[in-house]
């Protein structure tokens, strides 16, 4: 019983040496995360999230070009496809700066609040790409 539990012990301490080093998905720096394929995305460019319904789940890769006036959370996002209007949360950024020539990739869901507005999207992740 004594070795079993050794060598649970040993397995345990050595596991996050197997870590995949340099990971720069959700979580990075954060003790981890899963690094793979997404399932149940609708869009993946601009083009196809304009297309969707409301609460759609996207992903975007591409750049933030600018901010608008008067807000602290509304963004132009641009990609080979088109431009959409995104709403970032400063939390959302988690400190680390993005210009124009930052490539990063968004995950959110689409808003399409009536109408009459543009459809946006509600990005819950950002990811800095390299």
């Known amino acids: 019983m ?6 649970l012990l040993v397995l345990a301490l050595a596991v996050p040496a197997f870590a995949e080093p ?12 899963f690094q793979g394929p997404t399932a149940g995305i609708q869009a993946d460019t601009v083009a196809k999230a304009l297309k969707c319904w409301d609460d759609a789940p996207v992903i975007l890769t591409g750049n933030i070009v600018q901010r ?4 602290d959370d509304k963004y132009l996002f641009r990609d080979a496809s088109g ?9 959302v950024f988690a ?5 124009p020539e930052t490539r990063v990739r968004l995950s959110g869901k689409l808003d399409k609040d009536g109408m009459m507005e543009p459809a946006k999207v509600d990005v819950k992740v950002l990811e800095i790409l390299k």
């Open 22 to 33: 340099g990971f720069q998905g959700p979580g990075a720096g954060q003790g981890g995360g």
């Open 2 to 7: 004594k070795i079993l539990l050794s060598s």
């Open 83 to 91: 431009e959409i209007i995104v709403e970032i949360d400063f939390a």
């Open 68 to 71: 608008f006036a008067g807000s």
């Open 95 to 99: 400190g680390r700066t993005v210009t």
